[in-house]
């Protein structure tokens, strides 16, 4: 009898709770929160007040359909028409504006509204909830930004953003008002940005404003929320088979006005798959296998008569630890040890007199540093890979290379910046200056196997020479900016802008005029437009994107002048009904002074087949001979133009105030992006010409949520070889110490009945340079989210399947020589399909 009553006593409780929901969100001006606003509940006669941060939330709301209040004193009055659902938490977050407005700025899910004073073209506002349930993002702002219009990514292991036909480097990449260098985690598989402590994510693709510099692309603006100031402890919990990240949160804890927020994040990859690759011998005992884990914080105080101060950290460390194991059943044998930090701190002063007037000053310290030792036998690259996976011979020697290096990189960066809006009579007025401190530190070591080293040389497209580099240098970069943004009629907006930027590691000054304007046709239509000048300037920071190995020593930064970009950037945008929303955009981007590495005169050494002799055999091909070539170095120089452009069209159903089961967006891209050196012309190797993305979100009921996302890109170029050639490598005849004969290279131990050992043949790529593409890439994911409130909690269960119809997209080619002599290929690809399971819960 007492158990009958204690199960109809949790049956009765789970009922009451699945018959409730909940309503949270944040209130505020568009940029900067509003405390202390009142969310009545009208229908329920109850409510709530936002706390200093804006953020509001009102626990067990019976489902129904409700209307809620904001109000505020000096702040407009709005009212919305929602629904609850049990089981489930209303987001709602509202903007609340001082003077009414024909076109209202609510903004739940997905991307946000523009305001029609905004001049800025190519801005994606996304919400962090759309990383937190996008099909195959693995919950990652970088990976939910690769779905948008103009963005695309590398290849599936990679969060990298490549923008309008430029290379990852030349992203600007912000959080908190701190530049960092690597945003990457797990090696660039994640990104640093966690959805479930994320406030803003602002992408502009293309013709940013002057507060940002030194990049040539694209801006991401990344800002962490403030902690939830209405509790004394609050949090989340997100697990899924691979990872964990814990969100702890509420009021300051010192007695004063503001929040703290903390988070943590750790992948468990060496905790669970790891036991099972060193059961099977894949790996050696003293092997770890790839993890992270970093942990974030925020600390506000105040507002205090108009001052705030924020405090922001952050402590990343991504490690390898790999030996290869001898039950592996390829012929190559691996060992890598590397740690990577990413260390981050600031302060933050917000100073608001008057509600016309903030003043914004920042003091930060930014570190990426990281320690590498590789050490590698590898298989000769002319052979077949797969003809050794079930049978490695016993003596590996002929067949395999050595490659190795080591090295230690460290970038270092104080920051000061203060910055200025100030509201008078129709401007807008931006103002800003600030200086970086710089010190890197880079030492890397290369040792290479003479047969590779001749690999290296005999290839052109190779980007640059694997030769030691070691050098420290120290160098600011100081900046200041102007801008206004001034209403000309209630209807028109215009804002020019200027920007200063002195590069001490080029002993250069730069001035970038930029120009843009917004033009509201109709309430629901509006014209916007950008002109612009851009510079970048080279650094070691800038290595991990950049992927080429460049000597800055002062002799040869001195000679650089920075690189450059025009933007030219026109856009629509209407909105077809109150949740139907389409944009297009046209974009070109003239880019002038690229960085490539020098090439000086050298030596090549070719040979010819002689007719009627075996070309198995050295004694079939004449003896090399010594012609004039090229010879890359790791020097840079300015010897490459560009230009990106094309048009986008984006169709997105924004789900204003969760009244409909149906959100998400559609996009296309058409863009060509090319390159020019020595007169020559080639695409850029991320050039797509044709790229679709559907992201679709649909609720089917009060307790289940499908998340679809579908790409589709024409494929990257590549550089396809043109046929094989005998490899030459120098040897030491004259036994002085000095290889510096060339000799055709043979292979050991394949000696024929006249003693001649067989040839070793390389692939031959020619001068032709991505002359090919890839085949198409398409992919489809698929989430499911599962809601449900178990002891008074919010928990979500998903299960998240990426590349569901296993489609083999490819990432390259693996070339090699067969034993008659013939030219092949075999296909490495990316993810499989790839499913993953996990929960949420807040508390």
């Known amino acids: 009898m007492k158990l009958t009553t204690f199960i109809l006593i949790l049956i009765i409780t789970d009922l009451s709770f699945a018959q409730t929901g909940n309503l949270e969100g944040k209130v505020s001006d568009g940029e900067f ?40 004193i000096g702040w407009e009055t709005r009212t919305f028409d929602i629904i609850i659902t049990a089981g489930r938490t209303f987001e709602l977050n509202v903007e609340l504006k001082r003077k009414v407005i024909e076109v209202e700025e609510v903004k739940v899910t997905g991307m946000r509204m523009q305001d029609k004073r905004d001049t800025r073209t190519s801005l994606i506002d996304l919400q962090p909830r759309s990383a937190k349930i996008m099909a195959g993002a693995v919950e990652d702002v970088l990976r939910t930004l690769q779905s948008l ?15 309008r036909g430029s290379g990852p480097d030349q992203n600007l990449i912000i959080i908190d008002d701190i530049e960092v260098f690597n945003p990457y985690r797990l090696y660039g598989v994640v990104s640093m940005f966690n959805p479930d402590v994320v406030s803003d994510v602002n992408l502009i693709t293309g013709g940013f404003p002057a507060k940002y510099g030194d990049r ?25 088979i691979v990872a964990a990240n814990l969100v702890l949160e509420g009021r300051n804890p010192f007695g004063l006005r503001g929040s703290w927020l903390f988070n943590s994040r750790r992948t468990y990859y060496d905790l669970i798959i790891e036991p099972f690759v060193k059961s099977a011998g894949l790996v050696d005992d003293n092997t770890t296998l790839p993890n992270f884990h970093d942990f974030q914080g925020k600390l506000v105080i105040g507002p205090y008569a108009g ?32 740690v990577t930090r990413n260390d981050l701190v600031g302060i933050s002063w917000y100073y608001s007199p008057n509600k016309n007037f903030l003043n914004k000053f920042v003091v930060s310290y930014y570190k990426n540093s990281g320690t590498t030792d590789f050490d590698s036998q590898i298989l000769d690259p002319s052979l077949n890979r797969s003809s050794f996976d079930d049978s490695i011979p016993d003596t590996l020697a002929p067949y395999l290379l050595g490659l190795s290096f080591d090295g230690i990189f460290s970038y270092s960066k104080y920051s000061v910046d203060d910055k200025i809006s100030y509201l008078v009579g129709d401007h807008i007025i931006d103002a800003g200056v600030g200086a970086d401190f710089m010190e890197t530190v880079i030492n890397f070591n290369f040792d290479l196997d003479p047969q590779l080293d001749a690999i290296f040389a005999a290839n052109p497209h190779f980007r640059s020479v694997l030769t030691d580099l070691k050098d420290v240098k120290f160098y600011n970069r ?49 014209l916007r437009a950008n002109w612009g000048i851009y510079y970048q300037s080279p650094g070691y920071e800038k290595l991990r994107d950049q992927g080429i190995l460049y000597d800055l020593a002062d002799e040869f930064t001195t000679k650089l002048n920075a690189e450059k970009a025009v933007h030219y950037v026109a856009g629509i945008e209407r ?67 560009g230009e990106a452009y094309g048009f986008e069209i984006l169709l997105a159903k924004r789900n204003v105030l969760n009244n409909s089961r149906l959100s998400g967006w559609i996009s ?8 020019y050196e020595n007169g020559v012309k080639f695409p850029f190797r991320f050039d797509q010409r044709n790229t679709v993305n559907v992201v679709l979100d649909y609720r089917v009921n009060n307790w289940l949520e499908i998340g679809v996302r579908w790409q589709y890109g024409s494929g990257f170029p590549i550089s396809e070889p043109i046929g094989i050639k005998p490899r030459i490598v120098l040897e030491d005849r004259n036994l002085d110490g000095i290889p510096e004969t060339p000799v055709i290279a043979t292979r050991r131990g394949t ?27 398409h992919r489809l994911d698929i989430r499911l989210n599962a809601f449900a409130d178990y002891w008074g909690l919010d928990w979500v269960f998903y299960l998240d399947v990426i590349n569901v119809y296993n489609r083999s997209n490819i990432l390259n080619y693996d070339y090699f020589v067969t034993q008659n002599l013939v030219l092949a290929r075999e296909p490495t690809t990316m993810f499989p399909i790839l499913p993953t399971l996990g929960f949420s819960v807040k508390f």
């Open 33 to 72: 929160p509003i405390p202390l606003v009142n969310v009545i509940l009208l229908d329920a006669g109850y409510g709530a007040a936002a706390d200093t941060t804006g953020y509001y939330y009102i626990r067990g709301i019976q489902a129904s359909d409700y209307k809620v209040k904001f109000s505020a």
């Open 149 to 163: 219009p103009g963005v695309l990514a590398p290849n599936d292991f990679s969060s990298q953003l490549i923008i």
């Open 216 to 240: 040539l692309s694209a801006v991401l603006d990344v800002t962490n929320r403030e902690g939830n100031a209405s509790r004394d402890v609050s949090g989340s919990l997100n697990a899924s």
């Open 307 to 338: 001052h705030k101060i924020l405090l922001s950290g952050i402590i990343s460390r991504d490690g390898v630890d790999v030996v290869s194991g001898e039950q592996r059943n390829t012929p190559d044998s691996i060992g890598v040890f590397n």
């Open 478 to 526: 100081y900046r200041a900016y102007l801008q206004d943004n001034y209403k000309i009629t209630e209807d028109f907006f215009f804002q020019p802008s200027l920007r200063f930027d002195y590069y001490d590691i080029l002993d250069k000054a730069y001035i970038a005029p930029r120009l843009s304007f917004s033009y509201a046709i109709d309430d629901i239509t509006t």
């Open 575 to 641: 909105w077809l009904s109150s949740e139907w929303n389409i944009r297009l955009e046209g974009y070109y981007k003239d880019f002038t002074d690229l960085y490539i590495p020098n090439v000086v005169g050298g030596n090549l050494f070719v040979t010819e087949e002689i007719p009627g002799k075996n070309p198995k055999y050295p004694s079939g091909w004449s003896l090399p001979a010594t012609v004039q070539g090229d010879s890359s170095t790791q020097i840079p120089i300015n010897g490459s133009n």
């Open 668 to 675: 296309y891209a058409f863009a060509f992006a090319n390159r």
């Open 751 to 777: 000696a024929n009945a006249n003693g001649e050992e067989e040839v070793i043949y390389d692939i031959d790529f020619g001068n032709m340079k991505l002359n090919g593409r890839r085949p198409e890439y």
